[in-house]
């Protein structure tokens, strides 16, 4: 089955500064990558999304990137803020099965 | 953020309990899905259901027992749980099974004892 490892487990970075989480997946079959955030006591919320069509998108602040040949993606936040410190979650979907990374805990220090 | 809702959102249950969760979603979708939520691993996909019939259980112990009577309601029966089942239970849903943006619910935050 699909095998999804993110990096890194923690990460802190000081408002403005860039904060670039990555994924990487086993079964290449998997064609559609979302990413979640999840405050603390929150349910996960779909923040952006790419599919094996596309190299990378972007939405605003947030951008994904996807390299099918290597199976990584990763997601990029820049000026990053108080409110982006959350949990994110990378994940794999092939068909209906959505396999998650382990997660990231992101601090955005003032 | 009311499209999935889950209850309770607190449980605490002895190992000899039988109990239920509760999901439901208000956004016309199709499928619905459970998942656990353990400190330090990733979500664990245990079930899925489309149009109210299972296509996917994922090697969950039969302590476990999904229910889903209609495309809007999901139910998860718990009975003689481990203590080591305690998580947080999130219920999903998405259009079809397929179309994969899932909406997921606030969770369920077992406790067995």
């Known amino acids: 089955g699909e095998n999804v490892e993110q990096h890194p487990s923690t990460l802190s970075v000081q408002e403005g500064d860039s904060a670039v989480i990555k994924c990487t997946y086993s079964d290449s079959a998997s064609n559609y990558f979302p990413w979640y955030k999840q405050e603390l006591g929150k349910r996960p919320q779909l923040i952006i999304d790419i599919r094996s069509n596309v190299g990378e998108k972007k939405d605003q602040r947030i951008a994904v990137t996807l390299n099918k040949t290597a199976k990584h993606f990763s997601l990029h936040i820049t000026e990053t803020q108080p409110e982006d410190s959350a949990v994110y979650f990378c994940a794999a979907s092939k068909l209906s099965k959505l396999t998650f990374g382990t997660g990231t805990r992101l601090q955005v220090t003032l | 953020e009311t499209g999935v809702t889950q209850t309770p959102r607190h449980l605490v249950m002895g190992m000899t309990n039988k109990k239920s969760l509760k999901c439901e979603q208000h956004l016309g979708h199709n499928a619905m899905y459970w998942y656990k939520q353990s400190a330090k691993k990733p979500l664990e996909l245990m079930f899925v259901?489309?149009?109210?019939?299972?296509?996917e259980n994922n090697s969950v112990p039969s302590r476990f027992s999904p229910e889903c009577p209609n495309s809007s309601h999901l139910f998860l029966h718990l009975h003689t749980l481990q203590p080591e089942d305690s998580a947080l239970y999130l219920c999903a849903s998405s259009q079809d099974v397929g179309k994969e943006t899932q909406y997921f619910g606030p969770g369920t935050r077992l406790t067995v004892l």
């Open positions: 259901y489309s149009l109210e019939e299972r296509v």
